[in-house]
């Protein structure tokens, strides 16, 4: 605890040292397109604004509209733009770790994350996205990658194939402040690969007023590489998702999910299928420059080590946030709760801790500023009560 005072402390000297920095606007690519500030869609980047919600929902443009900046043609079906979009993401993180039985260890995490995102629309109801990470914790390689189609029959029913994360009806993992992660979306039970991060499939959702329903089906493989055969999913299961919310009133959502997978593999006893199931529910309440979010899963693993012998496990987890963000000051604030118990040692949940745990649980809170629209700066002070030990992070992120 006393790690953690020291750490609550310089993060309070680098709020003096901020609350003197200059400000300014800029023009990242969406705001290039359209002629106007990141803060329409942003408070503060990468989190998003009611605006920015819709923004995205309908393919990242404002309304269903033919692309602009094209180069003319004869051709009614074909579209050139004039350039490639492109926006450039860079973070970087100088971080100390210690606590009882660690050695104190100071990082530089610089870069720690570089990443090049494209968006455009190709048609009136046809829209791309990517992003490409040159760097991001030493790898590189691409996450998100998908095609979007919008108002499908002129309803508000959206598709999109290609690579996306399971969770991102519930809550986005790429828009968080903290640098601490939404652990329980990652989260894996012995040798399953099975989780709510990134995967290949396909993404339909349907938006009436104030309902949302959501259903994905993926390879349940993740991003791992293809086979000599090319294939990226091996085995004939699936992963599959469904989601439901609901606002009952102005700034609150409640919302429910179930999601089911299967996985072959063998590890002795021949081949051996693998099944997980979860339901979870999730919350969110916005007040004004306050918003509060919730989610809670129970996982259940069968031959989670693809062993006959293997028992079911169970795990139960889920996060609690708390973000500040006044529309009209450049300060930003947040809090992050992560807490995930297994009733077998089995969890994982690759942060970089052991492996075949039965609880994880960290507490973390921080404060930044807006230098520019694109640019902040915050730091972020970190408890874990099983380790033990305490991470102050001072983080860097900019876009353009």
Known sequence: MRL????????????????????????????????????????????????????????????????????????????????????????????????????????????????????????????????????????????????????LGGKPFDVAVGQFQVSDPLFKRELRLELEDYVIYRARVGASRADLTYDRGVLATWSPKRFELAAAVVNGTGKREADDGERFDTDAPKNVLARASFEPALGMRVGGMAFGGWEDGDAGDGVVRSDVRMIGADATLSRGALELNGQFLQRKDRHANFLLADTEATTRGGFLEALWAPSESRWYGFGLWNRIECDQPLLNPRMGGPEGVTRYETISAGAGRMLQRNVRLQAEAGWDTQAESARLAFTFVTAY
């Open 4 to 151: 953690f005072r020291a750490c609550l402390t310089l993060t309070m000297l680098l709020g003096a040292v901020l609350a003197i920095a200059p400000a300014s606007d800029a023009l990242p690519l969406f705001a290039q397109r359209y002629g106007g500030s990141c803060r329409r869609c942003h408070n503060p980047f990468p989190r998003l604004t009611e605006a920015g919600e819709a923004f995205a929902a309908n393919g990242f443009r404002r309304h269903a509209e033919a692309p602009t900046d094209t180069i003319g043609t004869s051709d009614d079906l074909l579209v050139l733009g004039r350039s490639l979009p492109l926006s450039i993401r860079l973070e970087s993180n100088v971080t100390w770790q210690g606590g009882d039985g660690y050695a104190p260890v100071t990082d530089f995490q610089t870069p720690y994350a570089l990443k090049v995102i494209s968006s455009a629309p190709l048609s009136k109801d046809l829209s791309y996205y990517f992003y490409f990470y040159f760097f991001e914790h030493g790898e590189m390689g691409i996450e998100d990658a998908f095609v979007q189609w919008n108002d």
